[in-house]
């Protein structure tokens, strides 16, 4: 799908809630393309955006920043030319991107590289921006689910060891779900698959085997998990048969991209 596919169906009301309202808070184009439009498209689009990304390369990320420009009835001051996009496996499971955006006009607290992972194993993205501010350069942990920032320290200028520090930082940041139950949605027909620990999943197992009603043997699970289990319905098919809505934490679920 184009650039063009994800823009059109962009939607304000109900897009992650790591978007900024850009009237509201008075962003520039830029900072609403870095801090707005591009974490979401991470969040949604996942490894599409990957693929376009790798396709597409600068124009890629220049065809963003353009269309937020003519949102805000402004000219894009850059040119494909001006980004820069460098690509790199890190084993078999994990793909880096690192993005330098324009250095022109750079103001402080901008965004001077854009670091997005790819791990393709638990089909997982990370997003870790390199900010300039008068003390020099400073990578952040964005995580994708709340918008919040995560200061992790000085960014390393050489490519290399920014990497490693990434790695680093990911590796601290492991889930807390070793486990992973997957099932299509009946209704939807969507994979989806739900994170459990050692001990829970012994529970499951003891569940399967018929020793243990389920809410027993794993008593952490709320409705919404426990119902995927038994019937493998996704939580927003749950919210529309049931008429509920889905709890704030959701940090167990991943949906699977085919």
């Known amino acids: 799908m184009s650039l063009k596919h ?8 109900e897009s992650a809630s790591c978007v900024p309202q850009a ?13 707005g439009y591009i974490p979401v498209f991470v969040v949604q689009e996942g490894i599409m955006f990957d693929a376009c990304l ?29 980004f820069d996009l460098e690509q790199y496996e890190a084993g078999e499971q994990v793909k880096i991107s690192v993005i330098s955006l324009p250095t022109k006009d750079l103001q402080e607290g901008n965004i001077l590289k854009m670091v997005y992972v ?13 900010c300039q501010d008068a003390e020099g350069q400073h990578i952040y942990y964005f995580d994708l ?10 960014a390393p200028t050489d490519t290399e060891e920014l990497l490693k520090l990434i790695l680093d930082i ?3 940041k492991q889930p807390q779900y070793p486990h992973y139950i997957s099932a299509r949605c009946p209704i939807c027909n969507r994979a989806f698959k739900l994170g459990l620990t050692e001990e829970e999943r012994e529970g499951y ?3 399967n085997n018929d020793e243990e009603d389920l809410e027993d043997a794993i008593p952490a699970l709320n409705a919404f998990e426990r119902e995927f289990l038994i019937t493998g319905m996704c939580p927003e098919c749950q919210c529309d048969v049931f008429r509920k809505e889905l709890p704030e934490d959701v940090s167990r679920w991943v949906l699977e991209t085919e």
Do not use: M
């Not at 994800?6 to 009301?13: I, R």
């Not at 790819?118 to 390199?130: A, G, M």
């Not at 689910?145 to 000085?154: K, N, P």
């Open 6 to 13: 994800y823009l059109d169906h962009y939607d304000d009301s």
């Open 145 to 154: 689910q709340s918008g919040d920032w995560e200061a992790e320290g000085v």
């Open 205 to 207: 197992q003891r569940y």
């Open 170 to 172: 990911l590796d601290q």
């Open 54 to 82: 790798t396709i597409q390369k600068e124009k890629f990320i220049y065809d963003i920043f353009r269309r937020v420009y003519e949102l805000f009835g402004e000219d894009c001051p850059y040119s494909a030319e001006e």
């Open 118 to 130: 790819l791990d393709r194993e638990h089909v997982k993205f990370y997003f870790l921006p390199v």
């Open 23 to 35: 009237k509201e808070e008075n962003f520039t184009p830029r900072e609403f393309a870095e801090t």
